[in-house]
């Protein structure tokens, strides 16, 4: 697999660290973005320690930082001519609400905004491999979300948790809606749950949503766990020719019937290349 590349964010914990670790055991080259790059440059390192013949680097990238999404995908573009799997995996619960220096609520940011416009800026490296692979992370939770196309009149009932559940439904309206535009091309673009997990996710979060996440830890799946279903969707080839679906423990399922609205996705995906200036 030496010459297959891989790309995914939020590469420096839980998920998708375990996932840059299977991807470098089977030989693929990895291209790791995270905010942290302290953690980001230490994994590098675990992953050279435990297989020296790994091809990996690591990007820093704020995702909710649009002006460092634009610089970080200039850089891949100067350094790469194709992507064979391209991996949203990076997504924050929020604690405050905060504002972003573009002007956006955070984890919409994010989980949303910042994974858009990575994804269309890379899309024709993508398109340059023989079969490209797209895959976003999302959630269950999505199924509490709903699409706020003008979320400013909202802003004085801000809830940390519903912001989170809004940014995953816009995950997989996303994935559905560039799957469909996508649909005369060699790349499929799927979407995914990967479980309740017990990983650094959620540290961002405050209150009492922190207290939850610290209660709920000893119930959740191992980060192992939820990468299973990653892996699967990157490198099975039994999901080759498989587009535009939502799985969870490896198999597609049905997500939220708001999901499936085609004229919601189009909107959003309409909304979210103004928002990020496209």
């Not at 670790?21 to 080259?29: K, N």
Request: proline content about 4%.
């Amino acid at each position: 697999m030496k010459d297959q590349i891989a790309l995914i964010t939020g590469a420096s914990s839980g998920i998708g660290k375990v996932t840059a670790f299977e991807l470098a055991r089977q030989q693929y080259t990895l291209i790791l973005i995270s905010q942290n790059e302290g953690r980001g440059t230490q994994i590098i390192q675990e992953i050279h320690k435990t297989l020296p013949d790994a091809e990996a680097e690591f990007m820093p990238c704020d995702l909710a930082d649009l002006r460092a999404v634009r610089q970080v995908a200039a850089t891949i573009r100067q350094k790469y001519l194709y992507l064979d799997v391209f991996i949203n995996n990076a997504g924050i619960l929020p604690g405050q609400r905060e504002i972003t220096p573009d002007g956006f609520e955070r984890s919409w940011a994010t989980n949303h905004l910042g994974p858009f416009l990575l994804t269309n800026l890379l899309l024709d490296l993508v398109q340059q491999a023989p079969a490209g692979r797209i895959i976003n992370v999302s959630s269950d939770v999505h199924r509490f979300g709903k699409i706020e196309f003008d979320p400013a009149i909202h802003d004085n009932k801000y809830s940390a948790l519903a912001a989170y559940c809004n940014s995953k439904l816009a995950n997989i309206l996303f994935t559905y809606e560039l799957a469909r535009r996508l649909e005369s091309t060699a790349i499929t673009v799927n979407t995914l749950h990967p479980g309740a997990i017990a990983s650094n996710f959620g540290q961002t979060s405050s209150g009492f949503l922190k207290f939850l996440f610290r209660l709920g830890r000893p119930f959740m799946s191992t980060p192992e766990k939820g990468a299973s279903t990653v892996i699967y969707l990157a490198t099975s080839p039994d999901v080759a020719h498989k587009s535009g679906l939502y799985f969870e423990n490896k198999k597609a399922v049905k997500s939220s019937k708001l999901s499936y609205n085609q004229s919601w996705a189009q909107r959003l995906y309409q909304e979210s290349w103004v928002q990020v200036k496209f």
